[in-house]
């Protein structure tokens, strides 16, 4: 198994399970090669809106790979993958190996004799970049930085590359140092040993130039490069022969012309021996024509007639030929100010129509301050409301799922709770509903109204009465289900005068809906809003961390309230490095590991982009996440969910400084791979251990499939009764797992005991035990 960082801590696991017999088991002992990264890795979930990313197309499988970037939150190094196939998708690929460092305005072909993407030079956070490297994507993709031999380019971006079938090579050209823009042109041998080499130019060629496209020409055995930035947008057109004397030509001397541009795209269309451009900048103007040039003597260009839409203008996209459906696939890139995300397909046959492959509205509008929650069981994410600006807050409802694939829908539910910020929110998994509490205008609170979101289509929000005096308004309050005794707890918040509060409530969520206060001993936490709060059911406790006090500062305390007793507030002193002050973090429990998740978060003039660990397990003690991946941009009043089947925190949104965001992110905490570092597909059948175990709350139930095939995974009682079936239909190969709350199929709550799990799948039988306490 591969070691691709010392900081993530990896082990591999012999599972001994030993069944009793009387379940009709037999002792099974199998390898599991589990892979746990404590510290998290993390990985964007949305093709988020970008800019000055490259994409290449991918032949045998049908579609466009997508590298790097920009955005709001900064420079990428994710991948993507764009299927064409059936209803076109977007998929994030996972690479294994060190990635390159994250870039944009680089330059990539793919190599199809390899079956790899290959990608040189770019623009990164500390400068400009003069590395290559490949992406295999034979079985699972991976990283690997090539070390040819020969000089190379010098450190450069905004180069153009084009792939030369001939000679299995990728020929680089032009670019900017940040001293001056270049006109070299150089070509990397790709099969054999690996080697840059100057390729030598006559006098007399075309100007230095960035932001200009270049394609091979295989019947003539030529470099054709168009456009870009040469002192000013340029319409020029040249060729230059790879064998021979390397004597530039310029084609299409006479017009018509394409107006002057850079940033624009091109392709080789192999099927009419034609350069077809499309879009890009002009000065200030952003272009939204398509032109194409014979490379047969004497042509000029031809401007596309397009019939309908006319195409949205873009400039700073990436662009590639779909050969098979004879089609220029474009994507993302900047409109005026909009950076976007969407897919669009220019036919380039006897007509030519624009069609959206994947709109530019699929994703939620960025956002801070918004209500959050998981259901586990549907593996579906809900967010609502949130402020796009200091002035404008919004009363959307946007899911997220996994099935049939991952992506954000919107939701037009009859009736809204209405535009809200700061508001609490926290998923009922006895009821498969979402409930939303609270928030707050620009101009102030909103009603200390409840509100549930049915988890099922239609997916209606319905207002909840409730009985007698509750909470006063307010907002950035905590708000968690106690699932020991099926109810909310709402702690603090900030109410409509400015006033931090200090309040604890209960609301009980079985039969009468009716709010009553908690009196607390001892010495209780300050008034504050926007503070991290969680239950932990191990410890039947309430677990708060920061916030911003009456003052306005960034708070840095952490406390637990035990709700089995006296009803005590204990201030905790934990052991380790503490994390600074903050008000505003994501957060999220990870009951798995006994411990809360905190990310980012901030002060008045501070965002933050570090994660920390506050374990409860034992002596409580903080700890500082070294996670993996491309870190989120710093961020605070972003929203987290902990998604105990994906065993991974989802992260969604925030302010970072003035700009708002609207991304998704997940921090990983463990994946399966196979003993060589493969695909994520399970090598047995196996039912994992409970977790936890004993357990006042959720249990977590593992499996794994080697194969698809029907499951069925049953809580059965000490005499062998059923008592909830959890899961009966098929599943896909891979690691599955789903929570029991301790209810049965009729919804009731089980007593304290013990209990079994029962998984059956492809002949294999497998019982585990599970202690529930109160």
């Known amino acids: 198994m591969l070691i691709r960082n010392a900081l993530m801590r990896y082990t591999r696991a012999i599972v001994c399970l030993l069944v009793p017999a009387a379940l009709g088991a037999a002792a099974l002992t199998t390898t599991a090669a589990a892979i746990d990264v404590p510290d998290g890795y993390w990985t964007e979930l949305a093709f988020a809106p970008r800019q000055g990313q490259t994409a290449v197309f991918d032949p045998a499988r049908n579609r466009v790979i997508v590298f790097g970037g920009e955005d709001v939150s900064g420079f990428h190094n994710d991948v993507w993958a764009f299927t064409l196939d059936g209803t076109p998708h977007w998929t994030q690929l996972v690479p294994q190996g060190t990635p390159p460092e994250p870039r944009t305005q680089h330059c990539a072909v793919f190599d199809p004799l390899g ?104 019947v003539a055995d030529r470099l054709v490069i168009s456009g870009g930035y040469a002192g000013g947008d340029s319409a020029d057109t040249w060729a230059l022969p790879i064998e021979g004397q390397p004597v530039w030509k310029r084609l299409a001397t006479s017009g018509p012309w394409p107006v002057g541009r850079e940033r624009h795209t091109g392709v080789y269309d192999a099927l009419t021996r034609r350069l077809v451009i499309f879009g890009g900048r002009s000065v200030a103007t952003t272009l939204n024509d398509a032109w194409a040039l014979p490379l047969t003597d004497g042509a000029t260009w031809e401007p596309i007639a397009v019939s309908g839409n006319a195409g949205v203008p873009r400039h700073t996209h990436s662009g590639v030929l779909d050969a098979a459906n004879n089609q220029l696939v474009v994507l993302a890139g900047v409109n005026g100010t909009t950076v976007r995300n969407d897919v669009q397909a220019l036919s380039l046959g006897a007509s030519h129509e624009w069609t959206t492959l994947a709109p530019d509205d699929s994703l939620p509008p960025p956002r801070s301050g918004a209500a959050m929650a998981f259901d586990g069981a549907a593996q579906r994410l809900f967010v609502t409301g949130g402020a796009d600006a200091v002035t404008t807050t919004l009363d959307d409802l946007w899911r997220w799922g996994e099935s049939p694939r991952a992506d954000w829908q919107p939701l037009v539910p009859a009736v809204t709770p209405g535009a809200r910020r700061h508001a609490a929110s ?75 509060l200090a309040d604890l409530w209960e609301l009980p969520l079985a039969g009468a809906l009716q709010w ?153 905490f463990s994946r399966v791979l196979d003993a060589d570092g493969g695909p994520a597909v399970a090598r047995v059948s196996a039912l994992r251990a409970p977790a936890p175990n004993p357990a006042r709350g959720m249990t977590t139930l593992r499996w794994s499939l080697a194969r698809a095939g029907h499951v069925r995974l049953g809580v059965y009682d000490l005499s062998g009764r059923l008592v909830r079936t959890l899961a009966d239909g098929e599943r896909a190969a891979g690691e599955h797992a789903i929570e029991w709350d301790g209810r049965d199929d009729s919804r009731a709550m089980r007593e304290a005991g013990v209990y079994f799990v029962r998984l059956e799948a492809e002949g294999v039988r497998e019982t585990r035990k599970i202690v529930r306490v109160r």
Not at 429 to 455: H, N, T
Not at 464 to 493: C, K, M, N, Q, Y
């Open 115 to 218: 079956n790899r993407l290959i990608v040189f030079g770019g623009r990164s956070g500390v400068g400009y970049l003069s590395d290559t490297w490949e992406l295999s994507l034979n079985g699972q993709p991976v990283w690997s930085q090539m070390a040819p031999a020969g000089a190379p380019p010098g450190a450069r971006h905004s180069a153009s590359a084009a792939y030369d079938s001939r000679r299995h090579a990728m020929i680089v050209s032009g670019g900017v140092d940040g001293f001056s823009t270049r006109n070299e042109i150089y070509i990397l041998s790709l099969e054999g040993v690996l080697r840059w080499t100057l390729k030598p130019q006559s006098a007399g060629g075309p100007a230095a130039r960035r932001n200009h496209v270049s394609v091979y020409d295989n």
């Open 426 to 500: 926290v998923w009922d998994a006895a009821r498969g509903r979402m409930l939303l509490m609270g928030g707050d205008e620009p101009q102030g609170p909103v009603p200390a109204d409840l509100w549930a979101l049915s988890g099922v289509a239609p997916f209606e929000w319905t207002q909840l009465p409730t009985i007698g005096p509750g909470p006063s308004e307010r907002s950035g309050h905590a708000l968690v289900w106690d699932t020991t005794r099926d109810r909310l707890l709402l702690f603090g918040g900030r109410d409509g005068s400015g006033l931090a």
């Open 516 to 668: 009553a206060p908690i009196a607390t001993s001892g010495a209780v936490p300050a008034a504050r809003d926007l503070a991290a709060a969680a239950y932990d059911a191990e410890r039947d406790q309430l677990v708060l961390f920061g916030g911003r006090g009456a003052a306005g500062q960034a708070l840095a305390d952490a406390w637990v309230l035990p709700l089995g007793g006296a009803m005590e507030w204990s201030a905790l002193n934990p052991t380790g490095a503490a994390p600074a002050a903050r008000y505003g973090p994501a957060y999220a429990f990870d009951a798995s590991r006994d411990r809360l998740v905190i990310f980012g978060g901030g002060e008045t003039a501070a965002w933050l982009a570090d994660g920390w660990e506050l374990t409860l397990s034992g002596a409580p003690a903080w700890r500082a996440l070294a996670s993996l991946g491309v870190t989120p941009a710093a961020r605070r009043e972003a929203s987290a969910v902990f998604d105990v089947a994906g065993d991974r925190l989802l992260l969604f949104g925030g302010s970072s400084y003035a700009t708002r965001l609207g991304d998704l992110w997940q921090l990983e």
